[in-house]
């Protein structure tokens, strides 16, 4: 069975920084690429970054949506399995609720699969 189990959300400043980690089981971790991504309410979800396997023929490096490049960094430790996101300078509009995925090209086990998104984690960013 597929688990995704996101932590590390919190109440933090404009400008102050989180950890995000998303611990995954019940797949071969290395050979899946791995994304965050958020939903803020009233608005759809959408990617904030994605760590391709090294595995993966076509690999290459990270990609971030626009509004978070140069802020957050996506990693990952494929012994664990844990995928990180470090959030940098975090500003209000950062204010979402934050999920993990796993995926092989086109095809994610909570994007398109039967695996739920879950509860995912909190982050918000307020003075």
């Known amino acids: 069975q597929v688990r995704l189990v996101e932590s590390g959300g919190g109440l933090v400043q404009p400008g102050g920084s989180l950890r995000l980690s998303c611990a995954a089981s019940?797949?071969?971790?290395?050979?899946?690429?791995m994304s965050w991504y958020r939903q803020s309410p009233g608005k759809e979800r959408g990617l904030v970054a994605r760590?391709?396997?090294?595995?993966?023929?076509?690999?290459?490096?990270?990609i971030y949506a626009d509004a978070v490049r140069g802020r957050f960094t996506i990693s990952r430790d494929n012994d664990k399995p844990i995928v990180y996101l470090d959030m940098n300078d975090l500003q209000p509009e950062d204010t979402a609720t934050y999920y993990c995925?796993?995926?092989?090209?086109?095809?994610?086990?909570?994007?398109?699969?039967?695996?739920?998104w879950g509860q995912g984690t909190q982050v918000s960013v307020s003075p």
């Open positions: 995925d796993a995926s092989r090209g086109t095809w994610g086990f909570r994007r398109n699969g039967s695996t739920g």
């Open positions: 760590l391709f396997s090294p595995e993966n023929p076509g690999y290459s490096e990270p």
């Open positions: 019940g797949f071969v971790f290395s050979l899946y690429d």
